[in-house]
């Protein structure tokens, strides 16, 4: 289904986009007239998206973010693939839920790699990239509603979150010269594969009385949002942080 022609012309690299927030956004993207640079290390789900956007449309390759070579790669594949790109949305990451007593070190090192120095590797290619070519691109990343709200058994994972939503607020500062806006999406609970089964489970009675609309977000619903900071209608807007929870805290 084709939306607009809001993208027309505009590529953009997507990481973790075979799943969840990630797919939605690559569909929205392509459903607004682009193009999509997937990077996911989901190597399984490549034929299927690509069918399902058009050859012509989406390229897929393997990347593991939180491998600095696996990144620039993927950029450099939106060059050679589709002259280059406009757009870089970070969406990958991880999520391991436990006590926080029972944490082992090398679980938080993984959520840390994946989410914090992932989106440190994906930030810093773009902008480099974005400013050795001239572009004045677009950077959105993924943080989340845990950057500003503890829950329990998720300690690391709102730490490496709030990492994120720092570092983008940083890099929209110091890319603002070349003409490149930052922003982040902090979603709440999102009815995807990365939600546990703990968090599936204490949903109705730990998260939806926190929520004005007592349901999870759709992946699409985050999509939207995404792609809107990604678009010319977003043109003044860097540096920020939209938190698209369902009312969490309001009331």
Known sequence: MKYSERFAGKVAVVTGGCSGIGRAIAKRFVADSGKV???????????????ELGAENCYCIKCDVSVRADVDAMIQAAYDKFGGFDCMFGIAGINIMKDFLDFTEEENDRIFNVNYKGMFNTTQAAGRAFV???????????????????????????????????????????LAKY?????????????????TDIARNRFPTYTAPKLLIKRMARPEEQANLACFLASDEASYISGECYFNVGGWGVS
């Open 37 to 51: 640079v997937v990077g996911d290390v989901d190597t399984a789900s490549f034929e299927a998206l690509t069918a």
């Open 179 to 195: 003409g490149i806006r930052a922003n982040c999406i902090a979603p709440g609970s999102t009815d995807t594969n990365m939600i």
């Open 132 to 174: 050795a070519h001239k572009t004045p691109g677009v950077i959105v990343n993924a943080s989340s509603i845990n950057a500003r709200c503890a829950c329990p058994n998720s300690t690391s994972y709102a730490a490496s979150k709030g990492a994120i939503l720092n570092l983008t607020r940083g890099a929209a500062v110091e």
